[in-house]
């Protein structure tokens, strides 16, 4: 912020920053269709596209009325392949990124980078240093090697990439998912790196509505760790495991495992509460009154949410395969006739953060839809993880490995000789990239995560 109050980046206006950076990709994945779909090759990772966006605009460039400035948009072939892979079609990804302003999103992060959430919670910009931007360049060949292999990954989906140059000055933009739904009601929010120097959410952080609570928080909050069904456990710690050994493999450290927990008793309380205050106040209206699930004298959220239960995948942020020929879309589809099963990452998590949201008939309405999808194979169930805390409270997690970029060889060295002479070299979260990644797992595995004993909550041995 600077000081006439106004957000920059590099000295740039977040606001025109944010313009050109949508002129940019408009232009960019516009100039795509125009490209016969192939296959992938090699070189394509290698390409960068450079588009000089004048402020008058040119017979192929579009007028913007701002600094003139160049626009460069890295692997465009690859990355469109990518999106394919994930169900995202060209409208839709312009329509997100391009139609409508973003919103800036506040960064607890100590890297300076700015936050972009498109306005239909889809997309996240994020700004990067340069050389982070180049080592994804590197990566990338790589990385959705292991993609294919792993379909069940949690590490971030790269959208796209790109560059915006103006008088002298470059930002370097990646484009990703968005890991937590902003329609759902966080109660916290963690960034777990396995380390305990220094994780703690600071001051000004705690501040926040929902704040990014770190490691040392976590041990504070839940001593005891998250509790997931046995099938559960095993599956996210498996995933959690081979994601490591890729980014290990790549040299890569730093990274955070990100948790948004949704506690859905804690909310239904909530809703109890807020329902019980409006009737107190005279308002007169009946949340619940229209809705079809009503049974018994147990709330329609109540309900669904125990139908949640049974029916949330146990792996639910990762990716889901989906049949081609199902797919939902904005219309226009791919002439591509033999590709690999799409990746859908949009329709199911818009559907569940729905769900969670809203007590109303339309969400028993999508409720019954997202069933009905789920029986035919059709689309593949919701996004949250079920789990429980202590009490034997209900909790969803949204969660994905985030803040890959970061490679050891290019950062880390000095550093670590530097701390680990001070410090113990164990808690320290500057370190080498294989002990990283073992502590990193033995955490998830040991601290955050627990197999839910039997017999412990009588509302899980119900259910199962
Ligand atoms: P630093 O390097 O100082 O850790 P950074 O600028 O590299 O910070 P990240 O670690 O990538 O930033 O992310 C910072 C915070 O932004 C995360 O703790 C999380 O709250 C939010 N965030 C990052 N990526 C995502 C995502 N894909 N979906 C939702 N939230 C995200
Ligand atoms: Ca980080
Ligand atoms: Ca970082």
């Known amino acids: 912020v600077d000081e006439t109050g106004i957000v920059t980046y590099k000295k740039i206006r977040s606001n025109d920053l944010m313009m050109c950076i949508q002129t940019g990709i408009r232009h960019s994945v516009s100039k795509l269709a125009s490209k016969p779909d192939r296959d992938l090759l090699m070189k394509d990772f290698a390409i960068v596209e450079k588009v000089f966006h004048k402020k008058e605009g040119t017979v192929s460039t579009p007028a913007h009325g701002l600094n003139d400035f160049t626009f460069k948009s890295y692997a465009p072939i690859a990355f469109r392949y990518f999106r394919e892979l994930f169900g995202i079609q060209p409208d839709d ?222 792996l639910g942020t990762m990716f889901r395969v989906r049949n081609k020929g199902s797919q939902e879309g904005s219309g226009r589809t791919s002439q591509r006739t033999s590709r690999p099963p799409l990746i859908r990452t949009k329709t199911n998590r818009e559907k569940f953060a729905a769900l969670v949201q809203e007590p109303t008939a339309a969400r028993t309405q999508l409720y019954s839809k997202i069933q009905e999808g789920n029986r035919d194979g059709s689309q593949i169930l919701p996004d949250g993880v079920l789990a429980w805390n202590t009490k034997g409270e209900r909790l969803l997690l949204f969660m994905g490995v985030i803040d890959i970029l970061q490679c050891y060889k290019l950062r880390k060295k000095m550093e670590h000789t530097v701390k680990s002479v001070v410090l113990d070299g164990d808690s320290i979260s500057v370190c080498h990239p294989s002990f990283y990644s073992r502590r990193f797992q033995d955490f998830m595995a040991e601290k955050v995560f627990r197999k839910v004993p039997t017999g412990m909550f009588p509302s899980h041995d119900e259910s199962s």
């Open 93 to 314: 990804y312009m329509l997100s990124l391009c139609d409508r302003a973003m919103i800036e999103i506040s960064n607890p992060g100590a890297s300076g980078s700015i936050f972009y959430l498109t306005e239909d919670d889809e997309f996240i910009l994020k700004t990067v240093m340069y050389r982070e931007a180049e080592f994804l360049q590197k990566l990338l060949a790589g990385y959705y090697m292991n993609l294919n292999q792993n379909p069940r990954t949690l590490l971030p989906k790269f959208f796209g990439q790109y560059c915006y140059q103006s008088l002298g000055k470059n930002v370097r933009i990646i484009c990703m998912n968005n890991l937590l739904p902003s329609k759902v009601k966080y109660h916290q929010k963690f960034d777990l790196k396995g380390s305990t120097y220094k994780r703690q959410a600071n001051a000004h952080e705690r501040q926040k509505q929902v704040p990014t609570l770190k490691d040392l928080d976590f041990m504070q909050i839940y001593p005891e760790g998250i509790f997931l069904e046995p099938d559960t456990y095993d599956l996210l710690i498996r995933t959690i495991r081979r994601d490591c050994t890729v980014l290990e493999s790549f040299k890569i450290m730093d990274y955070s495992l990100l948790i948004g927990i949704h506690n859905i008793d804690l909310a239904c309380k909530e809703e109890a509460e807020s329902v019980k205050n409006a009737g107190d106040a005279g308002a007169a209206e009946e949340p619940f009154s229209n809705s079809q699930s009503m049974r018994g004298s147990q709330s329609p959220v109540m309900q669904q949410q125990q139908d949640l239960q049974s029916h949330a995948s146990p």
